[in-house]
């Protein structure tokens, strides 16, 4: 079984061969962190949280080393510092903050390095002047512009012609360019904003040569596998190999495999914050279960759009209730397998068909509820093994029903519980109902078995 993914370069899905093994490499290009992430951001860190688990099972944890930066200079983090009077530093220290932790309940693994641009002054102002030497950028009016027509390689990656891209209007003309395709690679600082001293003059970072910069000093080239979402084919990443490629020397590989998740849409619109039609992932995860909302957004192939819809959480949950129902009332089950299932393994394999992933795990399910005793046996073991490669079912089955009961409601159930028990077992009926209605006006399901009871907090009535 090899694992296969679709190379945006290429056009195809290709067979996944790292430059070395025992250092498998990803790059994935991380937040601007001025504000908090909406799920739309959310879907690239899971997406590629779940590459980043595969890689670590087929290649061993530490043979895979995952970078995601972090973009800490922007005029949108600018704009929020000046607004509140304060210093970047404190914008992109609280948003970093509440990244964390958010993507930290949606399952998350941190990346092996978190590299920021503020972090990366040195490599970037070196990379800068290495292509001002090798002829590919030149200084012009206080900017550092890379010159496009020196890499005939240029819109490779997204298919665009030089003609195309003037067409489109996606190239900002200016009287410093030689053409109008070249882009910045550092520019002056506007007053009131940071600035950085270098050998071109005092001023800050284009957006592109930052990535570059961290991708050498974090991971080194060529990296195996470069991610992000597909908004970022054009300009950014186009412009991040132009970059790499001729800083480092022509025939130099930047990234073997380039991989993008489709956009997360509301309704016919991308979510996006300057659209103004975001759900935060702070917001939401108060909402719903985080390992649903993981689950919604796995419930597309990565390179699909995903309509965000109330339906598709509540899919995700049921979903989740059905797995973590049968793992529940399969508790004396003796799990004989610590290996994930075969189908569910090819179906990751295949440039992450998590739909397909995901349907497994409900076949080992069903196959846990209805086997003989050593099918359920051995389905009980593959989707203890499954689940968690996706991030998923690593909790109590019974924590799961619980989800949204805290402490206090947790202790008064398991005692009316306990009460109905002994109500029951000295036959006194009425106690017994009781109970029941106390219950029932908690919004607490129970769920009587052959071993005793389990219970569920209700959906809230609509
Ligand atoms: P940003 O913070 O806007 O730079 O975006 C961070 C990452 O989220 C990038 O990889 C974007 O491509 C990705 N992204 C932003 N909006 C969406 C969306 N609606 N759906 C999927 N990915 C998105
Ligand atoms: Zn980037």
Redesign the pocket.
Known sequence: MTLRLYDTLTRAKRDFVPVDPARVTMYV????VYNYAHI??A??VVVFDVVFRLLRRLYGEEHVLYAANV?DVDDKINLKAAQEGVPIGVITDRYLTAYHADMAKLGALRPTFEPRATQTMDAIIAMIERLIAAGAAYAAQGHVLFNTQTYADYGKLSGRSLDDMIAGARVEVAPYKQHPADFVLWKPSKENEPVWDSPFGPGRPGWHIECSAMIEQALGLPIDIHG??N??IFPHHENEMAQGVCADGHGTIYANYWLH?G??NMGAQ???KSLGNVQLVHDLVREAPPEALRWALLSSHYRQPLAWTDDVIAQAKSALDTLYGALNRAGDVEATAAEPSEAFLDALMDDLNTPKANAELFALAKRLETGSPAERALAKGQLLASGPLLGFLQGVPQAWFHGGADADLTARVDALIADRIAARAAKDWARADAIRGELTALNIEVMDSADGATWKLKEPAA
């Open positions: 290009c991380g937040p601007t739309g951001n879907r690239p973009t992000g979402g908004d970022l998740n956009f997360l991308k979510m996006s």
